[in-house]
């Protein structure tokens, strides 16, 4: 039985015990999914005019910018004075987008007077922004520092669970590291689409754009390297090294072993006992 939370479940969760809006997004700030879907009624409205919309969005690159340096969650204050949390989540190593809940504000008194104050501008009258004002979700005061917790916790699932796939420029280096990670194991493009979340012809055209070969070559290469040092530091068989290099048929690992150094994996060997021999 597969044990893993879907995402909007996840979202769907935090939000239920928090109150607070909870969204993920790309390493561009697109918004990918979201709980719930629609800003609150306080957000909504101070992001009616393009240059207020402009003010929300460049607090939060700057809070992106902050955790993408730092790699941890990162909570600060809106221009509105609500509180927000940003944490980062990757995939297979690569930072690969955000999980950012907010929308929120702290139980103390001067928090919701400032609010009031930097928000004035934007709503047609005081009955109507006091009327947005009570419906920001309110956490205590020292309850913030737990907040920020339970979202890292929520960005290290999704990074353990690999939910998003980085963007194409960095899912040829993320694949380049997996394989280095994992050449010795069975590897196919099926597995490794899955892994990243592309198609077979996306995952190997961005590789082979990126480095000149292909996925199939560079599996290959990280498998011949590894068994050259097996074969001059070690004396296990040519079977054993084929095998813990990643190949399942020897016949196939002397083909490509021949292929790139010329000789047969014994006679490889057995050159370069001898050379050492002579000196």
Excluded: W
Aim: aromatic share 10%; hydrophobic share 35%; with cysteine.
């Amino acid at each position: 039985m597969d044990t893993k939370l879907n995402t909007i479940e996840i979202l769907k969760d935090f939000h239920k015990i928090t109150g607070a809006r909870i969204s993920l997004h790309d390493l561009d700030f697109n918004e990918i999914a979201s709980y719930p879907e629609s800003l609150s009624v306080f957000c909504k409205r101070v992001q009616q005019t393009p240059q207020s919309r402009k003010r929300c969005v460049d607090a939060d690159l700057k809070a992106f910018e902050k955790v993408r340096k730092t790699g941890e969650a990162y909570s600060y204050k809106c221009h509105c004075g609500l509180i927000e949390i940003v944490a980062p989540i990757y995939n297979y190593g690569i930072l690969s987008g955000y999980v950012i809940m907010g929308q929120i504000t702290d139980s103390k008194i001067s928090s919701e007077q400032n609010i009031v104050e930097k928000s004035r501008q934007y709503f047609d009258g005081k009955e109507q922004l006091n009327s947005a004002v009570k419906n920001i979700p309110v956490i205590k005061q020292d309850e913030l520092q737990s907040y920020v917790n339970i979202l890292q916790l929520i960005a290290e699932y999704m990074t353990q669970t690999n939910r998003m796939a980085p963007k194409s420029k960095d899912l040829a280096l993320g694949i380049r590291k997996y394989i280095g990670n994992n050449f010795d194991k069975k590897l196919t493009v099926e597995l490794m689409c899955e892994i990243f979340g592309c198609s077979r012809t996306t995952l190997m055209n961005t590789f082979r754009d990126r480095y000149g070969i292909t996925i199939g070559e560079y599996i290959n290469n990280c498998r011949l390297e590894r068994a050259e040092q097996m074969l001059l530091k070690t004396n296990e068989s040519i079977k054993n090294i084929a095998v813990e290099c990643g190949f399942s048929d020897q016949n196939y690992f002397s083909k490509v072993f021949i292929r790139r150094f010329g000789v047969t994996p014994t006679k490889f060997r057995k050159m370069r006992e001898e050379t050492a021999f002579q000196h």
